[in-house]
Each structure stands twice: as C-alpha cells, then as structure tokens.
C-alpha cells in the first residue's frame, strides 16, 4: 500500500459548482499534513495547512480524519483559475521527509 | 526578494555524461532538498540537506550525487549511472524542522537525455 494516496482523476467540473477529494494516508503516526497545487509544468505550492479541527480560507476548506485516515480539501464556487493538480502531502514529527500523493487532476470547464 | 532559483530551466544529457543542476536560495534557510516528478506521479525525495557539510539519501539516491558547501547552494550532480534521468527535477527550502514549516520550491529542470 502507497504511504499517501490520492485518486489521479482527472475531474472535469463546471464552474462554480462544488468539488471535494480525499487522500489517504498509511502510517497512523503521521503529524503533519498539507495541500499543495502545482499548475502544469511548474513548481507545487502550498494551498494550506491542514490543522486536526479542520480549517479554511475562503473558498477552500481542509479537514482531517484521523481515525480513517484521510484528508480531504472542498473548493466551493469553483473557479477557472482553480484548474490545477493538487497534492496531498504527509510528514511524521521529527522526519526529514515530507511524502507527497501523486495529486488529484483538476479541471474546471466554463 | 527572497527566493529559490533553479538552473537551467531545460537540460539536454548524452548517454554516459554527468550533468549538474543549480539550486541557490537566498531565503537563509537550513534545509534544502531534491525532489524529482515524472509524469503523471508525484515528487520523490533524491537527497536532502539539513545543515551545511551534511546530506542525507532520499529515497532514489542512487544516480545521483550533491554537495552542501554554502548555505544557499545545494547541487545536485546527475551521473552517468542513473540509467532514466528524464524527468521534472525541483529544488526547495524550508526554514525549519519539515513538517512543521512550508516547502519553498524553485522553478523545475526539464532534463531530458538526447
């Protein structure tokens, strides 16, 4: 089993509409998690944090279930501009390493 | 301003030479890493910094090499040996213990083997 998993997509959604995905991670002892986005081609940066009571910024909200492990990330009022590859990545406190999700694909269509 | 710098934005190898890939920050973090992407997966972890003179292997190391002699440079050395170089290679930084901080990312090599 993937240490961090994500369903590759790709999801074409109209604009505006709500979208949600899910990650799952393997390793219980997991610390740390966060979205990032990456447009094609280029560097990923970071979306947010995702904090254990959940959290979100704008349009955008990020929960955490630890007892399932998994993470997810809802984008309300969908934009064009939120068509992008979004990555879920884990860490466990006190490693090096963060490990990314191979990142859901997604498309908004006007 | 602040920030990571990758070069050269496209890299062209022949079969059995090394290539190097620059990566310079001046953000005056400790950590730096190596990622590399292939299409359609996500970043895997080559070899990271977590202090000057010290680096550790990711976990697709083997290939590949670097240096930490300055602070805001982290090399990464592409050898003849890596067998499948093609790939959308990024740098970044973080300012603290990973996982607890944001990674900074540079803007990518395309390397590609001729």
């Known amino acids: 089993r993937k240490e961090v998993e994500q369903d590759p997509g790709p999801f074409n959604v109209p604009e505006g509409a709500t979208v949600a995905f899910n990650c799952t991670y393997s390793n219980s002892a997991s610390q740390s998690f966060f979205w990032y986005r990456q447009d094609c081609r280029k560097e990923p940066k970071l979306l947010m944090s995702?904090?254990?009571s959940g959290n979100e910024d704008g349009r955008f909200t990020a929960q955490l279930n630890r007892a399932s492990q998994y993470i997810s990330l809802l984008i309300r009022d969908s934009k064009l501009s939120d068509s992008a590859t979004y990555l879920c990545?884990?860490?466990?406190?006190?490693?090096?390493?963060?490990?990314f999700g191979t990142g859901t694909r997604l498309t908004i269509i006007p | 301003d602040g920030g990571i710098t990758q070069s050269p934005k496209y890299l062209f190898r022949k079969e059995g030479q090394n290539v190097t890939l620059s990566c310079e920050q001046n953000l005056n973090h400790d950590a730096m890493y190596w990622y590399r992407q292939d299409p359609g997966q996500g970043l895997r972890l080559i070899y990271y910094s977590q202090i000057v003179n010290d680096f550790q292997k990711g976990d697709i190391a083997e290939g590949y090499s670097v240096s930490r002699e300055k602070k805001e440079s982290f090399p990464l050395t592409v050898t003849s040996a890596q067998k499948n170089p093609t790939a959308f290679y990024l740098c970044a930084s973080s300012g603290g213990t990973l996982g607890a901080e944001k990674l900074f990312f540079g803007s990518g090599t395309q390397l590609s083997v001729l």
């Open positions: 990545v884990v860490s466990n406190f006190g490693n090096e390493k963060l490990t």
């Open positions: 995702v904090y254990s």
